[in-house]
């Protein structure tokens, strides 16, 4: 796999317009995320554009419900031929066991796509793990947990912050799919993200994909953003 394939950028934009700015300004992006925004904003039709321009698409909707309902909102992603799905891992086993049941049944026949279970949103900190959500686990442990759960429920792979990644890789292997947001560039301000590493650390611990967007899409240059990104990356 190429370094270039191995960065996803988010379309974290409201309307179809912007996206297509966006996608035009990249156009050597491989790896797009189309997250809860867009698509509530503009549905499917920018997946049927993405795959238009043969984009992999990364479809972060994180369904959370009852299993019935998580299984039909998967299947129904599914249908779409995206090639990653996300859902929350405190969904249970039996709603993700179901949902990826239901992936691989509604899934076009040869675009099957990874489901990959969020184990903690990179927002959140030590302290609104205990004291906001009253979870007694030390976050880095809640967080394999939730990976150990979605792997033992069939699930392809765990979104975790590159601070997890490392104890992620070792203890679910190297088939486990790992894809990390809260990656930030030494010379990008972290936002609203609480647990970040550089890109080059977070491959470094394991990470298969590496969610990037603000140091590239709220650059001056996104283009220049992009590209310096890839040449620190190719150096590993």
């Not at 043969?54 to 019935?68: A, E, R, S, T």
């Amino acid at each position: 796999m190429s370094i270039e394939n191995r960065v996803i950028v988010p379309l974290d934009v409201n309307t179809e317009a912007e996206a297509l700015r966006l996608l035009d300004t990249l156009p050597d992006v491989g790896w797009w995320k189309v997250g809860l925004e867009l698509f509530v904003s503009c549905g499917p039709k920018l997946l049927s554009e993405l795959q238009h321009r043969q984009k992999q698409i990364f479809l972060d909707l994180k369904f959370h419900d009852i299993p019935n309902t998580m299984a039909g909102a998967c299947g129904a992603a599914s249908a779409y031929g995206v090639d990653l799905i996300t859902v929350h891992a405190t969904a249970g086993r039996n709603a993700l066991k179901l949902a990826k049941a239901a992936s691989s049944e509604k899934a076009p026949g040869d675009k099957q796509p990874k489901i990959i279970a969020v184990t903690l949103l990179t927002s959140l900190s030590s302290r609104d793990l205990a004291f906001d959500l009253k979870v007694p686990l030390e976050l880095p442990e809640y967080a394999l947990q939730m990976a150990i759960l979605a792997q033992e429920s069939g699930l392809d792979g765990a979104v975790c912050s590159p601070q997890e990644a490392a104890q992620l890789r070792q203890v679910c292997g190297n088939d486990f799919t790992l894809v990390c947001p809260g990656v930030r560039p030494q010379w990008a301000e972290g936002g609203d993200q609480k647990r970040c590493m550089t890109p080059k650390d977070a491959i470094a611990a394991g990470a298969d994909y590496l969610v990037i967007g603000r140091p590239i899409t709220a650059a001056a240059d996104p283009v220049a953003a992009w590209e310096r990104i890839c040449e620190e990356l190719a150096s590993l």
